[in-house]
């Protein structure tokens, strides 16, 4: 689907009835917002938190009560009309937390969260090399990039320009059991290469990006100086994201020399810097360039 949000729902988040969620997640690192076709997300140690949508004279929320366990305490009404239903909420919120810490989203999309925050809004965020435009793209039905990102390298000419950049994919899995199997690391590369492979969708992806970049710029969440204007016509970069893998596991050696062919892709394997979830180009490394310098790790 589409991503972006209408001029009157931005009004809202900026200024008008909706303004205190946005500052709430600009105070609160531990949410992340997310924009869509026209709602948000608002995401919680990689859960939906909550959700808000445009109704007719205003906005409604929601969340999933899935997370409680039984009996499920009295919520607050959806609709956002106004600011008591806002504060009601708001007031709601460490309830809600506390609930979705019981229930434990996962911890793949936990990390999927905290590169965001590291790379968009955290202490390094000035320094790292790449600003994650969105998480849980869409391409199929049960199939998603993790995240998607600009890389902006933070060298002083490169960071001025505001076109020229490339795209970016990335793929986050949690241990070795997430590399195998249909939605492992061999069928992600050929997900990724069928999405690109079929005409217009690279193109119709970065149009997106623009948008949503953009707009999170504008709303304070990406501590980025200047708007993106454009993406190099560079082959977008595949980046896997491979956190708390086994050394003593040969799975990982054994997936990285039989990998598939990716013609539309090129990949990369994403290191920390020491260690960290902050993405700097000498820590992102091409397969060769990993097996090299983390032969013992893999």
Known sequence: MPRG????????????????????????????????????????????LMRISPTNGGYSAFFDTKYFATPVPSMPEAPLLNAAHVAAWLAALPVLKQAMDIWQPGEEREVQQIIVRDNNVGGIANSTDY??????????????????????PSKGDVRKRQDGHRLVVGEVKFGDG????????????????????????????????????NQKRELGLVESKKNLTGF??????????????????????????????????????ATGSLIGYGLYDPAILTIDEARVRLGACI
């Open 232 to 269: 190099s016509d560079e082959p977008p970069i595949l980046l896997l994201v491979l956190a708390n893998h086994d050394p003593e596991s040969t799975l990982l050696r054994g997936l990285l020399g039989s990998l598939p062919p990716s013609p539309h892709a090129e990949l990369r394997i």
């Open 131 to 152: 600003y994650i435009c969105d998480i849980e793209f869409t391409i199929a039905k049960r199939k998603r990039f993790d995240f998607v990102a600009v890389h902006w």
């Open 5 to 48: 949000l209408s001029n009157t729902f931005m009004a809202a988040l900026k200024t008008g009835v909706l303004a205190p969620l946005l500052d709430l997640v600009k105070a609160d690192r531990t949410l992340c917002l997310e924009i869509r076709d026209d709602y948000l997300n608002i995401y919680y140690r990689g859960g939906n």
């Open 178 to 213: 997430a590399l195998k199997g249909k939605s492992g690391l061999h069928g992600h590369i050929d997900d990724v290469n069928a999405y690109f492979a079929l005409p217009g969708n690279l193109a119709a992806i970065k149009e997106q990006m623009l948008c949503v970049f």
